[in-house]
């Protein structure tokens, strides 16, 4: 159970991270492709979050504050 954690860690640091990327570059293909990265991870997250949270039984493992906000595409069109 640890390594799902870890590594839903890592998805949802790692979406974070290229959304924050797609935010920040003046090149539109690579905006384009960090953002779908990112919005692929983030789900990837949630997916693998809420598989732990079926584990675990627990209500209080999901943190809403760290999710990646999907749509980072049409935020910046």
């Not at 799902?4 to 924050?20: H, I, Q, S, T, Y």
Request: net charge negative; hydrophobic share 40%.
């Amino acid at each position: 159970m640890k390594d799902l954690r870890e590594r839903f860690e890592k998805l949802r640091a790692d979406a974070a991270e290229l959304a924050l990327m797609s935010r920040r570059t003046s090149d539109a293909g690579r905006r384009d492709l960090f953002g779908r990265l990112a919005e692929e991870l983030a789900i990837e997250a949630l997916e693998l979050e809420l598989l732990i949270k079926q584990q675990n039984s627990s209500s209080d493992f999901i943190e809403p504050e760290k999710v990646v906000p999907l749509g980072t595409r049409s935020q910046r069109e």
